[in-house]
């Protein structure tokens, strides 16, 4: 197909198009004359692929760079995959020193095969909460890591919902793709729990009901 | 204290502060001459929250503005400042519309207090997780859900860590900034246990190892 055509079956402006292409997001097509390439619905896939993770997750040009780097050259193991996937989606590991209190804590969880880098980025999002006055307690980030063990099981167990996720190419684009588009259905699921449990605690009727009116 | 201390103190550059008080996210000093105001330990203290969101949680100027607003005017009840908290971070509900499925999913939750600006927050991540051919499974849905019924247990618990949760300004703080400071958090821990769980799962070692070495 053309590129007129590519654009209407992906979805995607021509101009957008384009774009990738210099970007090297999108492989380019097959030069059939000075002026004209052919595009295949592998073309299509990567399109909507690219779009999901820019529109959806809401990643920059230079994360969806590494995820489709990671799909073109996807690791041997499933673990390694795992390393790969998640690295595209967050980048390099911030520059921060993990603290003794991190690493006992992870310690204490058994949560022995985590990567350094892995913990970084722990770090760092411990630290920006630290900065904003409301850290987090040793209570509750003990409750935190446990509920997003469950949340790791699940996306484990994903694994096997569709075949083609058995592939390393298939793995890769699951659990980088997976992951991060999931991550704001996490979010938004956390702030329908919280009205859940505050209600239980404070009651769910306003405090300036009828009785209060003059 | 003049511009040039309050700059100091708050570690926020003279240029960044001006363009704060231009804004409207940090209320004006008092004037004490033509070319001179003075600012107070209050302002050190939002420019201190101001700078959590932009650069901790990654907030744009947008939702800081309504979060600062959320803590200049709070509600009556705990229960409802979560509600204006919530919506200080996220934002007006996107236009979407919420399914059967979704509705049904969260009445089999038992989560009888969402409102529907929170459920479509839910259905546009879900939604985008479908469009990346990522779809959340029914079993993926509830062991998300339930982790993060967790989570937001441990988020209510904690308006117990810090006697000044009790006051409206307090609480709204705590929720708008503890939850969005603390969702990266999360999401990296997301990031850990799924290592945990997948080298439980398939091995830690990878596969190109000393035995395959010519």
């Not at 780097?69 to 690791?75: E, H, M, S, V």
């Not at 409301?134 to 209570?139: A, S």
């Amino acid at each position: 197909m053309q590129l007129s055509e590519l654009s209407d079956r992906s979805g995607v402006a021509a101009a957008t198009v384009k774009y990738y292409l210099r970007e090297g997001l999108l492989p380019p097509g097959d030069r059939v004359s000075a002026t004209r390439a052919e595009y295949s619905p592998a073309h299509v896939e990567r399109l909507q692929l690219i779009r999901a993770l820019v529109e959806g997750a809401g990643l920059r040009i230079e994360a969806v760079r590494r995820v489709v780097g990671a799909l073109d050259r996807p690791p041997e193991s499933r673990h390694d995959l795992l390393g790969v996937a998640q690295e595209a989606i967050d980048g390099p590991a911030p520059e921060v020193v993990v603290t003794e209190a991190t690493l006992r804590a992870v310690a204490e969880l058994g949560w022995d095969e985590c990567r350094l880098d892995r913990l970084a980025h722990l770090q760092s999002a411990l630290d920006q909460a630290d900065r904003a006055g409301v850290g987090v307690t040793p209570e509750r980030f003990r409750a935190y890591a446990e509920a997003m063990l469950d949340v790791a099981r699940a996306d484990v167990a994903g694994f096997d919902d569709d075949p083609e996720r058995a592939t390393p190419a298939g793995a890769v684009r699951y659990v980088a793709v997976g992951t991060v588009v999931t991550d704001p259905v996490l979010v938004a699921l956390r702030r329908l729990a919280q009205e859940t449990v505050s209600a239980e605690r404070f009651g769910a009727v306003s405090s300036i009901g009828p009785s209060e009116r003059p």
